[in-house]
């Protein structure tokens, strides 16, 4: 199993930036991809920002050209650079990492997730 610690999330104004953080432990080595997915009140969990042990990044069309995935190998860690938020952004985020097997991403970690709440 990936265990992660996450931070970054909080209360920021529309048309303002926060800095997601991700910190896996565990299985680092089977890791293949780290994202974030986020989870609005009664609204089902969706991706939001993925990125590749070999760099390859997709992104929600909701959040593309204002959000920005990067990784740290080194530290194990994943950020997600979430620029000019709406009130639509809102969500609790939840870090996710994946192992592959054969031509197949499967999940071997969540993160417990972390608010953020967009609100003027």
């Known amino acids: 199993q990936v265990d992660f610690v996450e931070s970054g999330g909080g209360l920021v104004q529309p048309g303002g930036s926060l800095t997601l953080s991700c910190a896996a432990s565990?299985?680092?080595?089977?890791?293949?991809?780290m994202g974030w997915y986020r989870q609005a009140p009664g609204k089902t969990r969706e991706l939001v920002a993925s990125i590749t042990t070999d760099d390859s990044t997709n992104y929600a069309d909701s959040v593309m050209g204002r959000f920005t995935i990067s990784r740290d190998a080194a530290k194990n860690t994943v950020y997600l650079q979430m620029n000019s938020l709406t009130p639509e952004d809102t969500a609790i985020y939840f870090c996710?990492?994946?192992?592959?097997?054969?031509?197949?991403?499967?999940?071997?970690?969540w993160g417990r997730g972390i608010q953020v709440t967009v609100s003027s």
């Open positions: 565990g299985r680092i080595f089977d890791i293949r991809a």
């Open positions: 996710n990492a994946d192992a592959r097997s054969g031509g197949y991403y499967y999940t071997i970690g």
